[in-house]
Structure formats: C-alpha cells, structure tokens
C-alpha cells in the first residue's frame, strides 16, 4: 500500500512512494471528513449578500467567449430592471478605452420572475493580458478584473481547478475557498451546480440566485467552463415547468457556436495547450444524433501538435466504483469510450458520484455483447478517469464502495475536495487532489501523468525509470 505527501513550488518536492503497478497499488482511503452538516447556508448569510445600490449588478461571471481563449462571455444579473447591456474594459485599473454591447433576457418559473439576465461577449482581446472591467450604471456600477490565457502552445504551462457537485453549503464554501487558494487559473466544472432543484415552487428560482452570488468571488474573475449534471434538468410538472435545463440555458452562457455547436449543452474551446471537449450526459448521444456528429466532427479538429492535452468533461462518470451512480455512465460508454482509446484522450473528469475516484489507464472497448470480453483491461492509449463530485452540496456524501475495490480504481476517497490539473509542457502534468481537512486544503492523491500523445512507449519506459529514482508518483 502507496502513501504520499508533497509540497507544489517552482520545482517539485514530493515525497512519494512510487506507484507502478495496475493490481497491488490500488487505494480504498478510510479517510472520511464531512466537515460540516449537509444543510445549505441560510441565504442571509454574507457569501449570497447583495450588492450595495439600485440595481446593482450581481451574480457576476466569465467563461470563454471562442474557441481559443481570445474572448470572454461576461454575465450577470441586475433585479430591479434592464438596466445597461454594457461592459467597460481596459488594460489598465480605472482606464476603461474599450466597450462591448451584450444582449439581456429574463424568465419565469412558476411564480418567480428572473432578474434580468446579461451576457455579453469581449472579443479581440490579447493573449496573457490583464484587463479590468465594469458593468453597471452610475454609482451601482461594479468593477473586475481577468488575465486572458497565454496563446495556443504545446508547451507553455497552465493550471486548471476542477469542480462538480458544488451547492451551497458550508462545504462547498470550504470547497471554493481551498480551490481559490490553489493557484488555478480557470475552473472546468463537471455539473450540478445549484442544486436549487432540491427546492420547490419560488424557491428554485431564489436558490439559483444565491447561488449566482456565491460563486461570483471566483467566476467572476476568471473562466468557469461549464458542464450539464442532473440538477440542470429541473423537469418538474408538478409547478408546471417542463423544459429541461430552462434555468441553466438562461444563466449560463459557453461558446458553443464557436465549434459549430447546436447547443450550449457540448461544445469545446482550446486555452492554453489544452483542447476541452464538454459533453452532455442528459441529452441525446447515441449515433446519428447532434452531440454525436458533433464530436465526431470535433475529434478531427484535434491537433496535439498544438494543443497536446486533450481533456472532456462530462457529468456522469464512465468508471465508478461508488455503489451511488454505479453503472450509470455504461451507455455513454457503449457509444463513445472507443473513440476517446483511439483519440489518446488524456483525461476524462466527471461528477456526479458526492466522493472522489481515480482510474488507471484501462479500457473495455473489446466487449460487444458477444466477444465473451466483459471485463476492462490495461490500455496504455486509454485516459484516466477521474470523479471529482466532491464539492460538498446538500446531499452529503457517497461512502459506500463497491467491494473489493475492482482493479481498474487506483484511488478512492468518500470526503469533499476539488482538484488541480498543472499542465508543465507538451510531456508532463502535475495533478492533485485536495482534500477540505478541518477547514485546511489538504493535497491528497498527486500524480505526475504523461501526455498520451507525446510520451511515447520508449519515452514512457525512459521517464518512468526516471521517476522512481527520483521518487515520483507516475501514471503507469
Ligand atoms: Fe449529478
């Protein structure tokens, strides 16, 4: 059994034990911390505090607005009225030289009315840059600030956080605040965001606001790229509402007419050297349907010589060994693991599951209902999966693991946390996650993973030797 420890600076102090093989190094962690109650924090609490002024902007967030990192969609939300669609920006503090006109909307849900709801696109920008900026009018106008990516570069580095299953609870406060402290610079989130659908009626629509102005100390400084989960959904005839995701497609904005597509529910950008594919697990897959042509197309948009990480998100996970959500992923999987195998998919993250769980590199594209191969196998071309649907949300924890821990699991741990993905240069990444420990961030499963494309088995072979001299946990 495999324990490590380690500190992230400018080079990496780790003192790991080396964890080589796919059978003996498998971990179950004991490890259980639910640090606070599952209840969600009374909303006159100061993290969902609206802001001073008439008609204040609130709920404040940016995510990508194309496809390589030289846009932002900046949303938020003014209650009392339209107000200005307007975003003021520049690249220095108070020096505002440029501005861009967005769009506004609104809805209903049962009785609640929406405030209204701006998005607005700032494109033209220049590569790793800061610029500040400020929506509003007059004396209610609120000020910001981003630092667009660097260009498109197979080897220049940039760390990711990844975030699913949020809420708002205590925990997932703990959760943002440790994820705020770690250095990542724009968030991939795996789905369920607000879990207002756990409320009724007028509710459901006063959650999604809270909820807006608690991620905002976050999102509204840098990208948060967004994903779909189960509580999107929100199909609830009961109060009359029937249109699946009416709230999430509202708020949310992503840039899917950027890749060609027809929804905002997949879509993918490249930042950095990263190419980032989002799916939708509650919208159709199978062949021949949108989601379906879309990927295929996006898939030979790759270019690794460009951008070698290749990263999707989804909300459902493909491999869990969770009791909750098992097997849950296995349609998703039937339709499209063969293609993430012969793609070299790096990582696939995926929520869901309230708990965390790491894969080796296996694969069960051989079974076909009748090849007598039911079972995953070491695949070198396979990704690693990775659930991290850890972020704390009223429905507490998923403790109870499927036993023994099947061979494909490398690490798995029922406590909240969140993760982060350092990618160095077009060969190496620097992964951990971060375990919420009595209020502190605690990393807790460090890996150093190998690009699937650029490591080649020899490379592998060489790096790999490297590694365990040094004492450094590996991928394979
Ligand atoms: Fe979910």
Redesign the pocket.
Known sequence: MLVSAGVRGSCFLLIIITCVGFVSARITSSFVRSEWPSVDIPLDHQVFAIPKGHNAPQQVRITQGDYDGKAVIISWVTPDEPGSNKVQYGKSENKYDSSAEGMVTNYTFYNYKSGYIHHCLVDDLEYDTKYYYKIGDGHSSREFWFQTPPKIDPDVSYTFGIIG?LGQTYNSLSTLEHYMQSGGQTVLFV??LSYADRYEYNDVGIRWDSWGRFVEQSAAYQPWLWSA???EIEYMPKMGEVIPFKSYLYRIATPHMATNSTSKLWYAVRRASAHIIVLSNYSPYVKYTPQWRWLREELTRVNREKTPWLIVLM??PIYNSNSA?FMEGESMRSVYESWFVHARVDFIFA??VHAYERSYRISNIHYNVTSGDPYPVPDKSAPVYITV?DGGNQEGLAGRYMDPQPEYSAYREASYGHSTLELKNRTHAFYHWNRNDDGKKVPTDLVMFHNQYWASNMQRRRLKRNHRKAGIATDH
Do not use: F, P, S
Request: no cysteine; aromatic share 0%; proline share 0%.
């Open positions: 299953d789905g369920d989960g189960n509580h909300h459902v959500h929520g869901h649907g």
